[in-house]
């Protein structure tokens, strides 16, 4: 098992930047990914960005550019850089990670508002 718990939620102004964290726990050695989902009011949830144990990273089109994914180094972390944020960037933000056999994990989610 994998406890997933995100940090870094809140209110900003358009244009703003906020830092998600979020820390695993338990069986990280089964971890392959890592990222991060986003869930808006009447919306389904959808990939943000994401990130593998080798590096690789995956980001939708709508963060390209303005959003970063990152591990700490201890590969236990995640963080998710928001700049140039904008109302529509809006949602609950889930931390997820998945293992080698696609079992996925889940946060409990943390909230992002933009706005003025």
């Known amino acids: 098992q994998v406890q997933l718990v995100e940090s870094g939620g809140g209110l900003v102004q358009p244009g703003g930047s906020l830092r998600l964290s979020c820390a695993a726990s338990g069986s990280i050695f089964s971890i392959y990914a890592m990222g991060w989902y986003r869930q808006a009011p009447g919306k389904q949830r959808e990939l943000v960005a994401a990130i593998t144990n080798g590096g690789s990273t995956n980001y939708a089109d709508s963060v390209k550019g303005r959003f970063t994914i990152s591990r700490g180094n201890a590969k236990n972390t995640v963080y998710l850089q928001m700049n140039s944020l904008k109302p529509e960037d809006t949602a609950v933000y889930y931390c997820?990670?998945?293992?080698?056999?696609?079992?996925?994990?889940w946060g409990e989610g943390t909230l992002v508002t933009v706005s003025s």
């Open positions: 997820n990670a998945v293992t080698p056999l696609n079992m996925n994990y």
